[in-house]
């Protein structure tokens, strides 16, 4: 168990003053679910700050009582520094293990002053500064460094606003920084470029692409994203996710583009003793009377593999992993999921397109 890592995660679906999305909260419980496994992040569920609004939160909220805020996250996360410091207090030699997550879902913008800002739930259009932007605080947190490492990642868009200033935390610098912190992070789309949600018919079931591509990456992506030692590291994992996110958000105006910030002497681990895994036979199953070529792109695939489809069914052996199956021909047929499937560990099954 990693005692001395904390996390504060925060997703926001409900927007009164702007617009709703319908992933976001979800993506930030399945992010908190990563961090509590064993498997996964392996951080102590008492150290994990899950900020967001309930159901009825969000039926019920107008823009003056819509949660959460600025409040609430800073809250969280000056309950999380203050425990982490009361530990290195106890024991000097703590520090070099500790480890801060915020995890932020939901509407963002790329304010003055910042690259990055996630909208609180109480934003409005002359309310912009109702926001939590990374580079102030993680600029604080590189300052005060009660963690070694601060790990951000931020799904939202970073759409330029340049009349809103980027605001840092109430927090101040009470101790001197005893070594230099380890900061890593994610970014779900370069600078000036919106993030988008994969829509399902059940909203609980829609999430943001870039949060998808993390927690695939971060769980080992079938072998994607483990390195010969059997870890994910902060290098493999920014190489996993900018592929992925890219190749699912191909088709929109403006394609996804995942971007990373590495200010680290050595990659920041967060997954080890994983191992490679086998491959399962999959059938591909096409429209009926569906001819032509296929290009199947995805985990361990580097080069062009195109199938000569003649049938409904086509049978492929592939490692766990997210694929997806484009047509040669523009006229082909939408597939389903945009071709989009994932392959897990343990079978392989069928495929519908």
């Given at each position: 168990?990693n005692?001395?890592?904390?996390?504060?995660?925060?997703?926001?679906?409900?927007?009164?003053?702007?617009?709703?999305?319908?992933g976001?909260?979800g993506?930030?419980?399945?992010?908190?679910?990563?961090?509590?496994?064993p498997?996964?992040g392996?951080?102590?569920?008492?150290?994990?700050?899950?900020?967001?609004?309930?159901e009825?939160?969000?039926?019920?909220a107008?823009v003056?009582?819509a949660v959460p805020?600025?409040?609430?996250?800073n809250?969280?996360?000056?309950?999380?520094?203050?425990?982490?410091?009361?530990?290195?207090?106890?024991?000097?030699g703590?520090?070099?293990?500790?480890?801060?997550?915020?995890?932020?879902?939901?509407?963002?913008?790329?304010?003055?002053?910042?690259?990055?800002?996630?909208l609180?739930?109480?934003?409005?259009?002359d309310?912009?500064?109702?926001?939590?932007a990374?580079?102030?605080?993680?600029?604080?947190?590189?300052?005060?460094?009660?963690?070694?490492?601060?790990?951000?990642?931020?799904?939202?868009?970073?759409t330029r606003f340049?009349?809103?200033?980027?605001?840092?935390?109430?927090?101040?610098?009470?101790?001197?920084?005893?070594d230099k912190?380890?900061?890593?992070?994610?970014?779900?789309?370069?600078?000036g470029?919106?993030?988008?949600?994969?829509?399902?018919?059940?909203?609980?079931?829609?999430r943001?692409h870039f949060?998808?591509?993390?927690l695939?990456?971060?769980?080992?992506?079938?072998?994607?994203?483990v390195?010969?030692?059997?870890?994910?590291?902060s290098?493999?994992?920014?190489?996993?996710?900018?592929?992925?996110?890219?190749?699912?958000?191909?088709?929109?105006?403006?394609?996804?583009?995942a971007?990373?910030?590495?200010?680290?002497?050595?990659?920041i681990?967060?997954?080890?003793?994983?191992?490679?895994?086998?491959?399962?036979?999959?059938?591909?199953?096409?429209p009926?009377g569906?001819?032509?070529?296929?290009?199947?792109?995805?985990?361990?695939?580097?080069?062009?593999?195109?199938?000569d489809?003649a049938g409904?069914?086509?049978?492929e052996?592939?490692?766990?992993?997210?694929?997806?199956?484009?047509?040669?021909?523009?006229?082909?047929?939408?597939?389903?999921?945009?071709?989009?499937?994932?392959?897990?560990?343990?079978?392989?099954?069928?495929?519908?397109?």
């Open positions: 168990m005692d001395l890592h904390h996390a504060v995660v925060v997703g926001i679906n409900r927007y009164p003053a702007i617009s709703d999305l319908q976001a909260r993506d930030a419980g399945r992010f908190r679910d990563w961090l509590v496994d498997a996964g392996n951080v102590p569920e008492s150290n994990v700050a899950l900020v967001t609004a309930t009825r939160d969000e039926r019920e107008d003056m009582s805020t600025r409040e609430s996250v809250r969280a996360l000056y309950r999380a520094h203050c425990a982490v410091r009361a530990a290195v207090e106890r024991d000097g703590a520090w070099a293990d500790t480890r801060l997550y915020v995890f932020l879902a939901g509407h963002g913008i790329a304010p003055f002053g910042g690259d990055a800002a996630l609180m739930a109480n934003a409005a259009i309310l912009l500064g109702n926001h939590i990374v580079r102030p605080y993680l600029s604080w947190y590189e300052s005060a460094s009660p963690f070694h490492e601060i790990v951000f990642f931020a799904d939202c868009c970073r340049g009349g809103v200033t980027a605001f840092g935390p109430p927090f101040t610098d009470t101790t001197e920084a005893p912190v380890e900061a890593f992070v994610g970014y779900a789309s370069a600078l470029d919106p993030a988008y949600e994969q829509h399902e018919p059940d909203p609980d079931q829609s943001g949060t998808s591509a993390l695939e990456g971060l769980r080992g992506a079938g072998g994607g994203t390195t010969s030692e059997g870890q994910v590291t290098d493999s994992l920014a190489d996993y996710v900018r592929r992925h996110v890219l190749d699912r958000t191909t088709r929109e105006l403006v394609p996804q583009e971007r990373f910030l590495r200010e680290t002497s050595t990659p681990v967060f997954a080890e003793g994983l191992q490679g895994v086998g491959s399962y036979p999959v059938t591909l199953r096409f009926a569906f001819r032509g070529r296929v290009e199947l792109r995805g985990r361990g695939i580097t080069a062009p593999c195109w199938l489809i409904a069914d086509h049978v052996a592939l490692v766990p992993g997210l694929y997806k199956a484009v047509p040669e021909s523009l006229t082909a047929p939408d597939f389903t999921d945009g071709g989009f499937f994932e392959v897990v560990t343990g079978g392989g099954g069928v495929v519908q397109f």
